[in-house]
Nanobody, 119 residues
Framework: QVQLVESGGGLVQPGGSLRLSCAAS????????MGWYRQAPGKQRELVAN???????NAADSGKGRFTISRDNAKNTVYLQMNSLKPEDTAVYYC?????????????WGQGTQVTVSS
C-alpha cells in the first residue's frame, strides 16, 4: 500500500511561517515529480509548487518569494517552507506525487493538512 503522509499544518498569524512535510511510503520503485496543491473553501484546487527528481522547481505566482519547495530523495520526502504567510494562504494543502508502483506510474495524493492564517 502506497501512502503520502503530510504534516506541519496549523494555525499561524499573518507574517508567520510554517513548514509542511510529505513522506511517501510503501512499495515504491521510483518517484518523479512531487508537489503541493491547495484548496480554499469554495475554490478549485490549485498548484502551489512542484519539484522534479532532479531538483527543478515550478511555483505559482502567489507563492513566489515566500514559499520554497525542496525534497530529500533518500527519505522520499518533499517539503514546503512557507514564509510571510497571508490570510489568503488559508487552505487545505495536499501533497501530490508521481510514483512508480510495481510497473505502473500513477498520481497519488495525501489526505491534506489544514493551514489557517489568522490573527
Amino acid at each position: 500500500q502506497v501512502q503520502l503522509v503530510e504534516s506541519g499544518g496549523g494555525l499561524v498569524q499573518p507574517g508567520g511561517s510554517l513548514r509542511l512535510s510529505c513522506a511517501a511510503s510503501g512499495s515504491i520503485s521510483s518517484i518523479n515529480t512531487m508537489g503541493w496543491y491547495r484548496q480554499a473553501p469554495g475554490k478549485q484546487r490549485e498548484l502551489v509548487a512542484n519539484i522534479t527528481g532532479g531538483g527543478s522547481t515550478n511555483a505559482a505566482d502567489s507563492g513566489k518569494g515566500r514559499f520554497t519547495i525542496s525534497r530529500d530523495n533518500a527519505k522520499n520526502t518533499v517539503y514546503l517552507q512557507m514564509n510571510s504567510l497571508k490570510p489568503e494562504d488559508t487552505a487545505v494543502y495536499y501533497c501530490n506525487a508521481r510514483l512508480l508502483v510495481a510497473t505502473a506510474w500513477g498520481t497519488y495524493w495525501g489526505q491534506g493538512t489544514q493551514v489557517t492564517v489568522s490573527s
